[in-house]
């Protein structure tokens, strides 16, 4: 079975002005597509977004799904914490991310700011914060999870 870590990076939701909804729908939905996963770690943003990367990392998940903290406001840093820890960028995850936001109309979709890519044989992707943006993510990488871990472990690619 394969496990994941999810990382709810809100200052918001960390000091808890609301409830943390995106990343209870991240943890749900990896339990339904079979993988080990605790509940959300909830942190502010900036520096504790990346300390929560590094423990992620250094525990040798297979997956960890960040959302929040990749809009353009002045505390989303979610981008910038994640890259430097990445060995690999996977730049069409972003955009396919992305694309289902701007097709329904919802311009601010094209402002997500989100980086995904390979630290070690962990795949990391930043997803929006928003319950909307991460059903759409949620849509978008249910086809293509198993397979990208497959190939970050040296699979073959289908014939």
Known sequence: MPDAVVI???TRAASG???????QLLASALREWGFAVAEPVVVADGAPVGEALRAALASGVDLVLTTGG??????DRTPEETAPLLDRLVPGIPEALRAPGVAKGIPGAMLSRGVAGVADRTLVINLPGSSGGVKDA???LAPVIAHALDQIRGGDHPR
Do not use: E, I, Q
Not at 17 to 23: E, M
Not at 70 to 75: A, K
């Open 8 to 10: 709810t990076c809100s």
């Open 138 to 140: 949620l849509a978008v």
């Open 17 to 23: 002005v609301y409830p943390d909804t995106s990343g």
């Open 70 to 75: 990749t809009g353009l406001n002045p505390t």
